[in-house]
C-alpha cells in the first residue's frame, strides 16, 4: 500500500522525499507500511503518533542510519543512491539526527571537544589544529561556553547535554535535522528553553526539521505542518494551525482532545480507548478500526486511502466519502 504523507503548499520543491517506504523487521514486524512524505526546504514537519507507531523508525530510514525494505529516498530530488562517491560527501552529511536520551547517544568517555569536533576533522570540514576555536563557537551557538570543552558527558544537566547534542549535529553543517522525541526527557522549563533555541538556530542557519514527538504541545509548538501516524501508516497530514482546530480522523481528533488546555479543564476526560495493536499481527483493513467509535464493517476490511480531503489536507478515514454511512 502506498500512502502519500506528503502535502506541501506553494512551489516551493522538497528538501526530502520518502516514496512508499516499508520497513519489516524479523519476525515478520512490518514497522512501517508504504510511506510517503516530502519536506520542503527550511519547512518544520512535525511527525507525532503513539509509542510504537513507527515514527522512530521512518527517521532512522530518513537518516539513512536503517535501510528500507522498500520504496525509496529522495535528497533535492535524486535518489539517495546517487549520493556514493567521494565527491557527494558533504551531501551524505546534510541530514543529521538528534535523539531522545543524549546521555546514551554521548561516548562517556570522550572530552565535549571531542564528541563535537571528531567528525568535521574527519570529513575535511576544519583543520586538526582549528578543531578547538571550531568547537567553541558551536558550543557557544548552543548556549554553552568554552568551560565545557575538556568536560565529560556526566559533568552536565539533561538540557546541557541535549545542546551537546545538538552542537555534534551542526559540526557537520547540516542541512536538515531529524530531531526523535528530542525533549521528552527534559522537564518542561528545559523543554521550552531547547524548543526554542531549534526555533533559533533555524531562523540563524536557514535550517530544515522533522520533528518526531508523541507530544502534541510540543509539536503544535515548533511545526508548520503536522503528520499523523498510526501502526505503520500516515492517517492525516496538514497545516499544523488546521489539524489541531479541525481533525479530521478519528485517531487524531482523539490524540488533540488529549492535550489539555484552560478552557477544557471541567471536561470530563476520555482517553483512547483500547492499546496500539502489536506490528506482529496489525488488525486487517484500517488498523485503527478496533479503537475507533466510528467504525463500521468496510473499516475491518478495506484499507482506506489517504486522500485530499480540502487544500494541503489529507486524511485516510471511509468516513470521508459519500458510501460512509
Known amino acids: 500500500m502506498s500512502t502519500a504523507g506528503h502535502s506541501r503548499e506553494g512551489g516551493n520543491p522538497a528538501l526530502l522525499e520518502l516514496r512508499g517506504i516499508s520497513k519489516r523487521f524479523d519476525p515478520g514486524v512490518q514497522a512501517l507500511d508504504g510511506v510517503s512524505l516530502e519536506v520542503a526546504s527550511r519547512e518544520v514537519v512535525g511527525l507525532v503518533g ?64 571531542d564528541i ?23 558550543l557557544e551557538r548552543v548556549g554553552l561556553d568554552a568551560g565545557a570543552l575538556r568536560r565529560f558527558p ?51 542557519l536557514g535550517l530544515t526539521y522533522l520533528f518526531i514527538s508523541h507530544d502534541l504541545g510540543v509539536i503544535r509548538h515548533v511545526s508548520d505542518r503536522v503528520v499523523v501516524m498510526y501502526l505503520g501508516r500516515v492517517v492525516e497530514s496538514g497545516r499544523t494551525a488546521e489539524v489541531y482546530s479541525d481533525p479530521n480522523h478519528p485517531y487524531t481528533r482523539a490524540l488533540v482532545d488529549e492535550v489539555p488546555r484552560l478552557e477544557s479543564r471541567h471536561r470530563a476526560y476520555v482517553p483512547i480507548r483500547g492499546e496500539i495493536p502489536s506490528p506482529l499481527s ?44
Open 154 to 204: 556526566h559533568q552536565f544537566s539533561g538540557g546541557q547535554r541535549s545542546r551537546i547534542g545538538i552542537a555534534r549535529a551542526l559540526a557537520v553543517q547540516p542541512q536538515f535535522l531529524i530531531c526523535d522525541e528530542a525533549v521528552a526527557a527534559l522537564d518542561v522549563s528545559i523543554q521550552a528553553q531547547v524548543l526554542n533555541l531549534f526555533i533559533r538556530l533555524r531562523e540563524e
Open 50 to 113: 503513539e509509542s510504537g507507531c513507527g515514527k522512530s523508525t521512518l527517521g532512522r530510514v530518513a537518516s539513512r542510519i536503517l535501510e528500507p525494505t522498500g520504496g525509496e529516498r529522495l535528497w533535492k530530488g535524486r535518489s539517495y543512491r546517487e549520493y556514493e562517491g567521494a565527491g557527494a560527501r558533504r551531501e551524505r552529511l546534510a541530514v543529521q539526527m538528534i535523539f531522545q536520551d543524549p546521555y546514551a547517544s554521548l561516548n562517556p568517555r570522550m572530552r565535549v571537544v
Open 282 to 325: 496489525p488488525p486487517t483493513g484500517c488498523h485503527f478500526h478496533p479503537r475507533c467509535p466510528h467504525a463500521f464493517a468496510r473499516c475491518r476490511e478495506e484499507v482506506p486511502r489517504l486522500a485530499e480531503i480540502a487544500p494541503g489536507r489529507l486524511s485516510a478515514c471511509h468516513l470521508n466519502e459519500s458510501t460512509a454511512p
Open 116 to 138: 563535537v569536533g571528531e567528525a568535521p576533522v574527519v570529513h575535511g570540514l576544519v583543520a586538526a589544529r582549528d578543531r578547538e576555536g571550531f568547537v567553541v563557537a558551536i
